[in-house]
């Protein structure tokens, strides 16, 4: 691999890459920011829209926790595009059941299918760049969950200016899964095949059974690291789903002088600040180290969690949400490149890491809502603040290998 890896291959890889990133951001926020006018075009109540939302959560979980099997039986290029194709049909079956036949089973079908593959090609994208930061040798891999988060804030202003200007779910959903799709076939098509990531690759003469490839993609469950990374992942996680879905909430309901634009405006301040420090977190990172950066940005989650629960003012509520998330932003990606840092069983540690982190980011904010119901919302994220602490402690899991603790190479 390394021998054809030229420069302009390499490019075109990172490219592809992100562009995947984006795409699986660009899908959830159009389905995100249509939910209105899904409800209306079905007729259905909140409680229904729970449950299509309950659907594609738990299909996303699904895609993530059989994503491994996925990657032992297919590959990555192969895994990645039949997933990109699932959650891009799942996304225009979205608009077709809304619009077309009115229908709540093919919306929540659609929504099913959207879980499935943006839940496996979660997994596969970070595997792919994990091993591009390990080519580069620098810290980037914050870069590309940034061009996810530039796949929602575009996402989102889409669906805006397609509510405002009346056009309908079918249109926008339909015109978006194509889009997906051949964005997805395009990247895909510009990744290597590797070995690593288990792609049948020219010159192999003996071809190594799925069964036995499954069980290597299963060895980093047996690790203890894979659990210490784990808790940093998931203290991350949870603190960065729990503000999407309820920072907002908090912010209208639960702090005197709040109301839902100033709940918007906080989750948007969040947002900038979490996305900034992806963007420009890297060299940090290469000049301090993994472990230093990790403890003081849990700290700093901490911090900006309690400021949040107590402050006094909306100015102080703001000042709390910018520093959550600046200490939410590197947890996951930097976790992720921890895993990766054995490029022999990396495909098989960064799933694992990426199982846990994401089944944290989907599962953790229902919890805390059930949670909510008997202690109230800002009580609640008092348990953001011990797992942000948590990952803290944790962080020295994230220290680079050794070269004699890296799986000899032949």
């Not at 959903?173 to 895909?188: E, K, W």
């Not at 309820?246 to 900038?272: K, M, Q, Y």
């Not at 963007?279 to 940090?284: E, S, V």
Request: aromatic letters at 8%.
């Amino acid at each position: 691999m390394d021998a054809t890896l030229t420069r302009p291959v390499y490019v075109r890889w990172r490219t592809a890459i992100f562009a995947i990133f984006f795409s699986s951001g660009l899908s959830i926020a159009t389905w995100a920011s249509r939910v209105p006018d899904i409800r209306l075009a079905l007729e259905i109540d909140k409680a229904q829209v729970g449950m299509l939302l309950l659907g594609a959560g738990i299909a996303s979980i699904i895609g993530i926790s059989s994503s491994p099997a996925v990657l032992a039986r297919t590959g990555a290029r192969l895994g990645m595009i039949l997933s990109i194709t699932t959650f891009a049909t799942g996304v225009a079956l979205i608009g077709i059941g809304a619009n077309v036949f009115g229908s709540f089973q093919i919306v929540l079908l659609g929504l099913v299918l959207f879980g499935l593959g943006n839940g496996c090609v979660d997994v596969m994208m970070n595997v792919e760049a994990t091993a591009i930061e390990q080519h580069s040798g620098k810290t980037i891999l914050p870069l590309f969950h940034a061009f996810f988060s530039f796949g929602t804030v575009i996402g989102a202003g889409i669906g805006a200016l397609a509510a405002l200007w009346q056009i309908s779910v079918f249109a926008h959903a339909v015109t978006v899964g194509i889009l997906i799709f051949v964005i997805g076939a395009v990247s895909v098509a510009n990744v290597p095949r590797r070995a690593e990531t288990l792609d049948p690759v020219e010159g192999d003469t003996e071809k190594v059974h799925w069964r036995e490839r499954m069980h290597v993609a299963l060895s980093a469950w047996r690790e203890p690291r894979t659990y210490a990374l784990g808790v940093v992942m998931l203290g991350m996680s949870f603190a960065e789903g729990g503000a999407n879905d309820w920072l907002a909430l908090g912010v209208a309901e639960e702090h005197a002088g709040g109301t839902p634009a100033l709940g918007a405006a906080a989750l948007a301040v969040f947002s900038v600040a979490m996305t900034t420090v992806r963007i420009f977190g890297g060299p940090l990172v290469d000049r301090l180290g993994r472990v230093i950066v990790l403890r003081v940005l849990a700290l700093t989650a901490a911090a900006g969690i309690l400021l949040f629960i107590l402050a006094p003012s909306i100015p102080m509520v703001f000042l709390g949400a910018a520093l959550w998330g600046i200490g939410a932003s590197l947890g996951f990606p930097l976790g992720m490149s921890a895993a990766a840092d054995d490029p022999a069983k990396a495909a098989a540690r960064v799933s694992a890491a990426a199982t846990i982190g994401y089944i944290s980011f989907l599962g953790g904010p229902p919890v805390l809502g059930f949670i909510s119901e008997h202690i109230g919302l800002l009580n609640t994220l008092y348990i953001l603040v011990v797992l942000a602490v948590a990952s803290g402690l944790f962080s020295g899991a994230a220290r680079p290998l050794r070269e004699d603790e890296k799986t000899p190479t032949t």
